[in-house]
């Protein structure tokens, strides 16, 4: 079955980083987009970033464009989310999510992760 | 960025009543919308994409209709396991956005 797993969230001080990762499983991971999500705590979804199969094509929100990087590596079934310069704004909870894109649908999300909660504080 | 707008914020509905949601996106997307819904603790789940094809395994008391900027998720007769928050998502044009969130809750 489908499975999605992140890690490396926690706290961290105002212009810190972290690096998130993904770790998928029970599909063929080179095949599919991916899409990091996140969700303030008690607030509504918000898209991150995502990044295509093979990792010719990336996007990111305006709200980390120029701060977070999205990567990926098919060999080892991971994706992954380098945040950088992170702020208060930037607490949520990071789910990493599959992209149904060109599978038979569009850009919409089949199969999230537990979610990895990222703290932004001092 | 397209803009989503979801109504109600929230309700209160009993067992076997339907239930519709609407949200509207503030231009046209072509049928190009999602319905999740999530629970407490855990992670959204997808219900329907397409505006109106449902997901494999979602109950068929689920449905979704629509066009252009307008589109409604029903649900036919509330079940216990129906109360959560459901959002929409357009996925029309890139920098993907979704509704605010309603929230069913038990009348």
């Known amino acids: 079955q489908v499975q999605l797993v992140e890690s490396g969230g926690g706290l961290v001080k105002p212009g810190g980083s972290l690096r998130l990762s993904c770790a998928a499983s029970g599909f063929t991971f080179s095949d599919y987009y991916m899409s990091w999500i996140r969700q303030a705590p008690g607030k509504g979804l918000e898209w991150v970033s995502y990044i295509s199969s093979s990792s010719s094509y990336t996007n990111y929100a305006d709200s980390v464009k120029g701060r977070f990087t999205i990567s990926r590596d098919n060999a080892k079934n991971s994706l992954y989310l380098q945040m950088n310069s992170l702020r208060a704004e930037d607490t949520a909870v990071y789910y990493c999510?599959?992209?149904?894109f060109g599978k038979g649908g569009g850009d919409y999300f089949d199969y999230w992760g537990q979610g990895t909660l990222v703290t932004v504080s001092s | 960025d397209i803009q989503m707008t979801q109504s109600p914020s929230s309700l209160s509905a009993s067992v076997g009543d339907r239930v519709t949601i609407t949200c509207r996106a503030s231009?046209?997307?072509?049928?190009?919308l999602a319905w999740y819904q999530q629970k407490p603790g855990k992670a959204p789940k997808l219900l329907l994409y397409a505006a109106s094809r449902l997901e494999s395994g979602v109950p068929s008391r689920f449905s979704g209709s629509g066009s252009g900027t307008d589109y409604t998720l029903t649900i036919s007769s509330l079940q216990p396991e129906d109360f959560a928050t459901y959002y929409c998502?357009?996925?029309?044009?890139?920098?993907?956005?979704f509704g605010q969130g309603t929230k069913v809750e038990i009348k």
């Open positions: 231009q046209g997307i072509s049928n190009s």
């Open positions: 998502q357009q996925y029309y044009s890139t920098l993907w956005t």
């Open positions: 999510a599959r992209d149904r």
